[in-house]
């Protein structure tokens, strides 16, 4: 089992920045690449990025290119989320998850096998 802590997450004004951290534990030493996605008010989850853990190539959805940043530090088990430039569009809960088989579809949820609990992040005007 892999437990995944998100924390990070607030209230920021339009045009501040964040940084999101997700911290593993458990059985991470299977990891394949962990991913960041978020949920906003009433609308579906979303691919946001995806890092793979062992090379750290990097996916990214078309709508954060430049403005994300995701990273990761083996050594503590964490991932990151730097976010940039922020819009009240950009308000979500946002969810760190595990796939631990390689894939070659990091940027579908259906294929994480473990996920966090969220944080929120609420951009204000």
């Known amino acids: 089992q892999v437990q995944l802590v998100e924390s990070g997450g607030g209230l920021v004004q339009a045009g501040g920045s964040l940084r999101l951290s997700c911290a593993a534990s458990g059985r991470t030493f299977s990891t394949y690449a962990m991913g960041w996605f978020r949920q906003p008010p009433g609308k579906e989850r979303e691919f946001v990025a995806a890092i793979t853990w062992s090379g750290g190539s990097t996916l990214y959805a078309d709508s954060v290119k430049g403005q994300l940043t995701i990273s990761r530090d083996n050594a503590k088990n964490t991932v990151y989320l730097q976010l940039n430039r922020l819009k009240p569009e950009d308000t979500a809960v946002y969810y760190c998850?595990?796939?631990?088989?390689?894939?070659?579809?990091?940027?579908?949820?259906?294929?994480?096998?473990?996920w966090g609990q969220g944080t929120q992040v609420t951009v204000s005007s």
């Open positions: 998850a595990e796939v631990q088989r390689r894939t070659s579809n990091i940027g579908n949820r259906i294929v994480y096998d473990y």
